[in-house]
Antibody
């Protein structure tokens, strides 16, 4: 069974940093890209970042470029999203989702249940 | 403001056919495959349609997708009350070098 489990969310002050993790199981981890998608309360889905299966390609939304860094540890089946200089606009649920193939250009076929990040003083 | 444009709401009665549009540009919908996601309140999205018109296993046949030029559509025939959810289109954008989503359409079954 394919599973993606996010963790690391919580309350952070504006300007602070946080690290989200996505631990996966049930498939050959290094053969698939992993994506982060977020959703502000009551709002729509917003793509955040993608890392290819081997990890050589990384993509970021303009709203997080330069502040967020995505990485993966293929030995631990884990993808990490390092987030810096957080603001209220970053508040929301963060979902990790598997990309259909290793490139990062495939549809998001399996999703985790999400972890909530709240940026507030 | 989303790169892909969807109507914010749609509605229909049980048994009806409903379509949801997704309008983009030559750098996204016009050039790449469109995927559709369904999301129920308080839950994670799930893949509903991929590669414009393909259904993952487990998705009922009453859901179908199409694309023409820089526009795509999701159609739901034989509408059921359990179809009441939010629907999002998404595709890769060659200019932005990233994924883009539509703003979402809230479907109400009357």
């Amino acid at each position: 069974e394919v599973r993606l489990v996010e963790s690391g969310g919580g309350l952070v002050q504006p300007g602070g940093s946080l690290r989200l993790s996505c631990v996966v199981s049930g498939f050959a981890f290094n053969s698939y890209a992993i994506n982060w998608v977020r959703q502000a309360p009551g709002k729509g889905l917003e793509w955040v970042s993608t890392i290819s299966g081997p990890g050589g390609s990384r993509f970021y939304a303009g709203s997080v470029k330069g502040r967020f860094t995505i990485s993966r540890d293929n030995s631990r089946n884990t993808v990490t999203l390092h987030m810096n200089r957080l603001s209220a606009a970053d508040t929301g649920f963060y979902y990790c989702a598997r990309g259909f193939d290793y490139t990062g250009y495939g549809e998001f076929d399996y999703w985790g249940q999400g972890t909530l990040l709240t940026v507030s003083s | 403001q989303s790169v892909l444009t969807q109507p914010p709401s749609a509605s229909g009665t049980p048994g009806q056919r409903v379509t949801i549009s997704c309008s983009g540009s030559t750098s996204n919908v016009g050039q790449n495959s469109v995927n559709w996601y369904q999301q129920f309140p308080g839950t994670a999205p799930r893949l509903l349609i991929y590669s414009n018109n393909q259904r993952p296993s487990g998705v009922p046949g009453r859901f179908s997708g199409s694309k023409s030029g820089a526009s795509a559509s999701l159609a739901i025939s034989g509408l059921q009350s359990e179809d009441e959810a939010d629907y999002y289109c998404a595709t890769w954008d060659d200019d932005l070098h990233g994924w883009v989503f539509g703003g979402g359409t809230k479907l109400t079954v009357l």
